[in-house]
C-alpha cells in the first residue's frame, strides 16, 4: 500500500523538474538560414567602365581664315560626302606698312627688269635659231651638187639642234620670270572694301562619314588657323567600352573573356566581350591617396543598339568581367564562412540546433563559395552568425519569427 504513493510522488516531482527544465532553458537564437545550392558559378573582376564611340572623326580647317557660323548643330545627323558641316573664307590680305609696301614694290620692278632680260635672251635664242636653220638648209643644198662634205651638213644639223635647245631655256626663263613677277605684284594687293565678301568664298567642308555631329568647335564666326579642330563627328550606335583595372587584375583576363554590363540605365543586362588590354599601364592615385597601376581595358558590345536604346557616347556603366566560369557547382554564401582552428567552418542547421561543419573551400566570388566537401545541395546554413551561436545551440530561422 506504501509503494504506490511513493510512485506517485516520484512521477510528480519528475514533471515538475521537466516543467522547471523547460521553463527555465535560453530562448533558441534567431538566426538567418540560407541553402546550399549547385549550379552555375562566376568569378568576376568588377570595375567602373565608360561607353564613347569607337572611331571619331575630327575635321580641321585646311587653310588659315574666317570660318562662317557653323551650318550644323551637336546631334545633326549628317551624310559622308553630302552635309556640309563647316565652310572656311581665306584670309583677306593685310594692309601694308610704308617700308613692306616699298620692298614689295622694288620687288616689282625687280621682277619686270629679269622679266625684261628673260625676254631678250628668247629673242636673241630664236634669231640664232633661224640662223643655224638657214645655215643647215643652205649646207644640204650644197651637199646635194656635191660642193660640200657630208661632215658640214653633220655640223649644221648638230648646231641646229643646240640652238633649238637654247630657245627652251630662254623660254623657260622667261616663264620663271613672269612667275617671279606675279609673286611679287601678288604681295602689294591689299584689302578692297568694294570686293563683295563671298567674292573669294569659300572652302566647304564635307562630313567623312555618315553619323551625327558630337562637337562643335563653336557656332560664331571667328579666324581660324590652318589645322584648327573645327568639330567631330561619329556614329552613336557604334559603341565601345573602356575601363580602368589594376594592372594585376588585368593580367588574370584574355581577349575574348566575356563581360556583364549593368548600371547603364536598362532594366537588363548587356552583353560584352573583351577586346583588347592596353601594353602600357599609369599610376593612378585612388580616393584614400594610394597609388595604383591602372591599364585601360577595351570591350565591344554585343548586345545590338536595339538592346540599348539611349545608351551614347561618355555614359557610365558597370562590369563584371568573368574571370571564370564553372558548371553544377556546389556553393553556399560566402557570408556563412568562419575560420575556426586554422580552417574554414560553417554552421549546419540540423533539427533546430547548430552543428559546426569543416569545409573544404575552393573559388570564391563577392556572394558566394565553391564547397569542395562538408555540405550537400539542400542544406541550410547560419549566415552572418553571432557570437551567441555555438555549436550545439539551439537555433530558429527569423523568417519564421515574421
Not at 185 to 199: H, M, N, Q, V, W
Request: charged letters at 25%; glycine letters at 8%.
Amino acid at each position: 500500500m506504501k509503494a504506490k504513493p511513493l510512485i506517485i510522488g516520484g512521477l510528480a516531482a519528475a514533471g515538475l523538474a521537466a516543467l522547471l527544465a523547460w521553463g527555465f532553458r535560453p530562448d533558441p537564437v534567431p538566426v538567418d538560414l540560407a541553402e546550399v545550392t549547385r549550379g552555375e558559378m562566376l568569378l568576376t573582376i568588377n570595375a567602373d567602365g565608360k561607353t564613347r564611340i569607337r572611331d571619331v572623326y575630327e575635321v580641321a580647317s585646311p587653310i588659315g581664315g574666317q570660318a562662317q557660323r557653323s551650318p550644323v548643330s551637336v546631334g545633326d545627323r549628317v551624310i559622308a560626302g553630302k552635309t556640309v558641316v563647316a565652310v572656311v573664307q581665306p584670309v583677306a590680305p593685310t594692309l601694308l606698312d610704308a617700308r613692306s609696301r616699298a620692298s614689295a614694290e622694288a620687288a616689282v620692278a625687280e621682277a619686270e627688269a629679269a622679266l625684261r632680260v628673260a625676254k631678250s635672251r628668247v629673242n636673241q635664242a630664236e634669231e640664232e635659231l633661224n640662223h643655224a636653220a638657214a645655215e643647215y638648209a643652205r649646207t644640204a643644198t650644197l651637199v646635194d651638187r656635191g660642193v660640200e662634205t657630208r661632215a658640214r651638213l653633220e655640223d649644221a644639223s648638230e648646231m641646229r639642234a643646240l640652238k633649238e635647245a637654247a630657245v627652251e631655256v630662254a623660254r623657260s626663263s622667261q616663264a620663271m620670270a613672269e612667275g617671279a613677277l606675279a609673286r611679287a605684284r601678288a604681295a602689294l594687293i591689299g584689302p578692297d572694301p568694294e570686293t563683295p565678301a563671298d567674292a573669294a568664298c569659300c572652302v566647304e567642308l564635307h562630313a567623312p562619314t555618315d553619323g551625327v555631329v558630337l562637337s562643335v568647335a563653336s557656332m560664331s564666326e571667328r579666324p581660324v588657323a590652318t589645322g584648327a579642330r573645327l568639330l567631330t563627328v561619329g556614329r552613336p550606335d557604334d559603341l565601345e567600352i573602356v575601363a580602368d583595372l589594376l594592372s594585376a587584375d588585368a593580367v588574370r583576363l584574355a581577349p575574348g573573356s566575356r563581360a556583364i554590363v549593368e548600371r547603364w540605365g536598362g532594366d537588363h543586362t548587356l552583353e560584352a566581350v573583351l577586346r583588347k588590354i592596353e601594353p602600357s599601364a599609369r599610376t593612378k592615385v585612388s580616393a584614400l591617396g594610394i597609388e595604383e597601376q591602372r591599364v585601360d581595358v577595351l570591350f565591344d558590345l554585343l548586345s545590338g543598339p536595339e538592346m540599348r536604346p539611349g545608351l551614347g557616347d561618355g555614359f557610365a556603366v558597370f562590369l563584371r568581367i568573368v574571370e571564370w566560369r564553372g558548371q553544377d557547382v556546389i556553393q553556399a554564401p560566402l557570408s556563412a564562412l568562419f575560420r575556426h582552428d586554422g580552417g574554414w567552418h560553417v554552421f549546419r542547421a540540423e533539427e533546430g540546433l547548430a552543428r559546426r561543419v569543416p569545409v573544404e573551400v575552393g573559388r570564391r566570388n563577392s556572394h558566394v563559395a565553391q564547397i569542395l566537401s562538408g555540405l550537400a545541395p539542400g542544406e541550410r546554413v547560419v549566415t552572418h552568425p553571432s557570437d551567441l551561436v555555438e555549436d550545439g545551440v539551439d537555433i530558429v530561422d527569423r523568417a519564421e519569427l515574421e
